[in-house]
């Protein structure tokens, strides 16, 4: 049977595209094995379009020598590539694709490996691909493979950042050992310190007991976002911190609900010891807005005062972290500030970054002379401790008050940087001498 092309196409190509390819799809599989065979043969003879159509039906029909025979031809190959996750292709016709094809269409394979789950293939591969195409190729195939073979390769290749966030969704638990072996190597040999806590979120985020690992044997390396979900499973984290006592940073700030329901299924005894060692880390600068500790909320008020009683008594020397002080009720939170600035000294600038926390009818006075000085820095110290005092004391009507008070008598709104002519004399001259015009125009 011989097929003339353009007049057999030619009521779909008539059609837009969607549709076209719909129609096509059907009468492809209505058409008898021996005119699917003459229209395919057809087909592959023509022009590149020709060519596709005629892929397009192989797929339609799962014919796999079709497909197969296109995996070997330069300009069907990407589309057969696509097709290919979606039938039962021999796993010899892949090899080859990995032996012999152009470099791009290589890291398409190893894409379609991985996303069609055909680990066995891949691990197959690896040695080969390694020994053909080096080092940074083999890299590229090792999302595709058993987290077995993963961590048997992982130390031996050039592995790029893009291959390591993909090997965290893939291989969690080898990557996390990689990054703890890495870790005991000089600084020139390790990751960026940013790019190895994204890699450990992220594999942790996959597989807890990945992070677990880290816990276990290095937990300084543990980001703030891996700890959040490791609180997933508190359970695991209150045994390991009852096998040696860290510190593990956390976000300031809510947590999420599902961990925060985790966590208050706890023990009293088990949050409590959750909240000694899951802190935020301090904010930067002195007047950095602060938010609640995240765990220490959730412990009922009379533990949370002790606590944070215990937490305050360990460093009595450190000014109190801004974090620990509002996750504290408006009453106890003024009762620890009031006892750490009990006979303190000190410049006032640093001491205003703890006054900040008192009630403003006690800390007003003493923020707007701050905030009143002469000196632009202290100016700035002033009103940044001054506003946030007045955010925390929760009445905004006294927020137009404390600007006055600040800004002197008689005023009720913010100073901004206006330099009032009688108080700064030496600024009632002109910038800028008058000029050699004006001076010779009046002259007598």
């Known amino acids: 049977m011989t097929y003339d092309l353009p007049q057999h196409l030619a009521p779909f190509d008539r059609l837009p595209r969607p549709a076209r390819q719909a129609a096509l799809a059907r009468h492809a599989r209505g058409l008898a094995p021996e005119a699917y065979q003459a229209l395919h043969a057809a087909l592959d003879a023509g022009d590149s379009q020709d060519r596709h159509t005629a892929l397009f039906l192989a797929v339609v029909r799962h014919d796999l020598a079709g497909v197969c025979t296109a995996l070997h031809d330069p300009l069907l190959r990407p589309r057969a590539l696509a097709a290919v996750g979606r039938l039962p292709v021999p796993d010899e016709a892949l090899a080859d694709v990995a032996r012999t094809a152009p470099r791009a269409h290589r890291h398409a394979l190893y894409r379609l490996l991985r996303r069609s789950r055909r680990h066995a293939l891949a691990d197959r591969l690896l040695p080969e691909v390694d020994r053909l195409h080096g080092g940074q190729e083999a890299a590229r195939l090792l999302p595709a493979c058993t987290p077995l073979l993963v961590d048997a390769w992982l130390a031996r290749l050039p592995v790029p950042e893009g291959v390591l966030r993909s090997?965290?969704?893939?291989?969690?638990?080898?990557?996390?050992?990689?990054?703890?072996?890495?870790?005991?190597?000089?600084?020139?040999?390790?990751?960026?310190?940013?790019?190895?806590?994204?890699?450990?979120?992220?594999?942790?985020?996959?597989?807890?007991?990945?992070?677990?690992?880290?816990?276990?044997?290095?937990?300084?390396?543990?980001?703030?976002?891996?700890?959040?979900?490791?609180?997933?499973?508190?359970?695991?984290?209150?045994?390991?911190?009852?096998?040696?006592?860290?510190?593990?940073?956390?976000?300031?700030?809510?947590?999420?609900?599902?961990?925060?329901?985790?966590?208050?299924?706890?023990?009293?005894?088990?949050?409590?010891?959750?909240?000694?060692?899951?802190?935020?880390?301090?904010?930067?600068?002195?007047?950095?807005?602060?938010?609640?500790?995240?765990?220490?909320?959730?412990?009922?008020?009379?533990?949370?005062?002790?606590?944070?009683?215990?937490?305050?008594?360990?460093?009595?020397?450190?000014?109190?972290?801004?974090?620990?002080?509002?996750?504290?009720?408006?009453?106890?939170?003024?009762?620890?500030?009031?006892?750490?600035?009990?006979?303190?000294?000190?410049?006032?600038?640093?001491?205003?970054?703890?006054?900040?926390?008192?009630?403003?009818?006690?800390?007003?006075?003493?923020?707007?002379?701050?905030?009143?000085?002469?000196?632009?820095?202290?100016?700035?110290?002033?009103?940044?401790?001054?506003?946030?005092?007045?955010?925390?004391?929760?009445?905004?009507?006294?927020?137009?008050?404390?600007?006055?008070?600040?800004?002197?008598?008689?005023?009720?709104?913010?100073?901004?940087?206006?330099w009032r002519w009688p108080e700064r004399p030496r600024r009632r001259r002109s910038s800028s001498p008058p000029s050699r015009r004006t001076s010779c125009a009046t002259r007598p």
Not at 188 to 197: S, T, Y
Not at 250 to 270: D, H, N, S, T
Not at 351 to 359: E, I, S
């Open 167 to 418: 090997l965290a969704r893939t291989a969690p638990r080898p990557l996390t050992a990689y990054l703890l072996r890495q870790a005991g190597q000089p600084a020139d040999a390790r990751l960026p310190v940013r790019q190895r806590d994204q890699l450990i979120t992220g594999a942790t985020r996959r597989d807890r007991g990945a992070g677990l690992d880290v816990l276990h044997e290095r937990p300084a390396l543990l980001p703030a976002e891996a700890v959040v979900h490791l609180l997933a499973e508190p359970a695991a984290v209150v045994a390991a911190l009852r096998r040696s006592a860290v510190d593990l940073p956390v976000p300031a700030g809510k947590l999420p609900e599902r961990i925060c329901r985790a966590l208050r299924a706890l023990p009293a005894e088990e949050l409590a010891l959750l909240a000694r060692a899951c802190r935020p880390k301090a904010a930067r600068g002195p007047f950095g807005q602060p938010r609640p500790e995240p765990v220490l909320q959730l412990l009922e008020p009379s533990e949370r005062h002790r606590v944070a009683r215990e937490l305050l008594a360990a460093h009595p020397h450190d000014r109190p972290h801004g974090a620990l002080l509002l996750a504290l009720d408006p009453p106890e939170r003024a009762r620890v500030v009031r006892d750490h600035l009990a006979g303190r000294k000190g410049r006032e600038t640093r001491l205003a970054a703890t006054v900040r926390f008192l009630p403003l009818a006690e800390a007003e006075e003493r923020l707007a002379r701050l905030a009143g000085d002469h000196n632009r820095h202290m100016r700035c110290y002033g009103w940044s401790a001054l506003l946030q005092c007045a955010a925390l004391d929760g009445d905004p009507a006294d927020t137009p008050g404390c600007c006055g008070a600040a800004n002197g008598p008689g005023t009720t709104t913010p100073r901004s940087g206006s």
